[in-house]
């Protein structure tokens, strides 16, 4: 009971410091248009391949529609674009954290009679937050782009569930580093190093039968085949419980190894 | 008079060969101000924060109100408050949040709350200012709201860092007196300075610090006394070291002086030099006879008691503060003080 007061006070503390931060919320909405529109551009030939060796495609009239069911390469394209935003948010959750060891703040937390892991959880539910208004927005852009989501509203309540959960896990990679390094250097650079590679070596931004080999062993190891393919099923067919059950397992194993290697280091005594 | 903070033996090492704190041992009685004076480096900040629970020892026991640091960590932290060196206020929030935001990591009820948040912004003179973000705050400003957020819980120990290390003279002034005046509550207080005539005007007893181990501990006018020795500073003509020279001579062999200083290159400019005499007031006069019956031009006198920072150098070869000292040596200039 006293553990959920202290993460309220500190959840509201990190809601305060980012209402008053506007610039972030021009940055949310900023970053997935020019997603969106670049890649959607660029990439918009993908809807049209046909599936390699067989003409015509039989009962699609894509490799992509064949494979995922999508019509257009923008539909598709969605999930992409929130785990991008997820991770490239959830990656910088650590840089919070060294601001306050640099300030003198983290003593004062530190010296009060509350726990550790309420300061971390207080920072990650708020964070839950703010990307939940992330993916909002990300899904009106995409509405207003023609996109339809097969699942409907409560298909929305989901891809946000797994979005804020997943963000949550991952976002306990930036704060190891954070707590580790205590150098937002550092802690911004393990986000911007990770989150390319990890997107483009996954099923977010090509189906995975059309990846070359070798690509597609990383992706079938790579967490964030498993949440692009939850959020692509959601958009384009509707439930599909097996992807959505491995994407939960996916983040409940990142939450744990990540979340858990964190409490460790902070419950540490640092200076 | 009760023990509240017993050390014994206290060490902290990094790694193999870094040693801050070196088996220091003190006692600090409930209801005093107690002063840890040194210099950056000495190992001051180390032992705050062991004994605020945010630092592991490496060896040692300390207790505070008979409770150990490490087994009884988070009562601990229930009977103390800390302010660091740093400022630790969160700048995007207001005064009055940032108040609340402690209230609540103090689980102290929201009504309870509301009363004290309004009656300690009024005793760090901060009322005006309760519901403006800290951006727009000065340094003396944070660090008085620093303290009020340090208080809210009525810790029966309160750890400053430091606590008017960047701060102007007026800031400095309010400071002293906020802990004066907690202290006269009840309120022990230990305190970190490097600055000598900050643990001179408030700590009942001190420790001086240097390289991790107590140098002296003892009342600020124990100390002084130790040390034994009113300093007399002579300054020439600009640059005329040859009268230096000559004084130098002309004085060492005084009756009552016991000890002459070198001439150093700008001698004449900042530091002068320096006669250590037991009993100051009585040798100057023939100091004065000394040099005019060598014929030497003397500019200025100065004639100043035991500081603490003279206790320092004595104990340990160096000074304090060099910009303080320099600010102590231009006061003394405008006339002859004892």
Redesign the interface.
Known sequence: M?MA??I??IFR?WN??LL??PIFLFFSLIQPLVWFLLFTQAFSSIGNIPIPGTIPTPGAESALEFYTGAKSYITFFTAAVIIQTIASSALQAGIGLVNDL?????????????SKSAILFGKLFSDAISTIIQVAIILLIGLALGVNIASGILGVLMIMAIAATFGIAWSGISLFVALTTKSSQTTLSVGLLTTFPLLFLSASVMPIQLLPSWVQQVAKVNPFTYIAQAFQNLIIKGFVWDSIGYAFIAILIIGIISLGASILVFR???? | MDNIIVVENLSKTYGKDIVAVNEISFQVQKGEIFGFLGPNGAGKS?TI?IL?????KSSGKATIDGLDIDADQ?KV??I???C??????????TAR?NLM??C????IPKDKALNKINELLQKVRLTEAADR?LKTFSGGMRKRLDLA??LVSDPEVLFLDEPTTGLDPQSRQDVWGYVKQLNKQGMTIFLTTQYMEEADRLADRLCIVDQGKIVAEGKPNELKAKVGADKITLWFKAGDIEACEKAVKALSNLQGVDEVGKCVEGFTTEEGLVIMAKNGSAVVTQVVRALDEAGIDLEQLKLTAPSLDEVFLKLTGKTLNVIERKEAVRRGRRGMRS
């Not at chain 1, 703040?105 to 509350?114: G, S």
């Not at chain 2, 660091?84 to 929030?93: N, T, Y």
């Not at chain 2, 609540?104 to 689980?107: A, E, K, P, S, V």
């Open positions: 006293e007061s202290e309220f006070a503390r305060t410091k008053r931060q640099d300030s003198g703040f983290m003593d004062k937390m530190r010296v009060a009679p509350i540490k005594k640092i200076s | 180390t924060k605020t629970t945010l630092l592991e988070s932290r229930r103390i408050g800390y660091s060196q740093e400022v630790g206020v969160d700048d995007d929030l949040e935001l402690q609540r990591f103090h689980h973000r957020s340090s």
